[in-house]
């Protein structure tokens, strides 16, 4: 059953009973906010995630992440959200710092 543990969210966990989402879905359809200034559609990086662990339950990286990586954007063990699918397996993830939302409370 594919898993998305938010680290600097105390841990949160999302569950999903499909495979092959949108990591940005499965982390909105559990209403949690996360930034997405571009409207999900990979032109802006504020939907990043810090990729801790289970890089290989994620899709590959694509044309969009690739750019960003080569204009120095996104870094290495980052990921957008909104391009990257959970194939299966669990990921474990962290908001980036200048991502965060006023409104919630984030652990460290």
Known sequence: MPEIVIENLF????SSTT????VIDLIHENGIDW????????RCT?????????????SPINDR???????GRLKSGERLSCQSTLLSGK??????DRN?????EYSE
Do not use: D, W
């Not at 841990?11 to 999302?14: E, H, L």
């Not at 990921?91 to 980036?96: G, M």
């Open 65 to 71: 992440e690739e750019l960003f990586l080569t204009q």
């Open 11 to 14: 841990g949160y966990k999302i």
């Open 46 to 58: 504020t939907c990043k995630m810090i990729l801790v662990g289970g890089e290989e339950n994620l």
């Open 100 to 104: 965060k939302f006023p409104h919630l």
């Open 91 to 96: 990921i474990i993830i962290r908001v980036a």
């Open 19 to 22: 495979s092959h989402r949108k």
């Open 35 to 42: 930034m997405h200034a571009c409207g999900k559609k990979g």
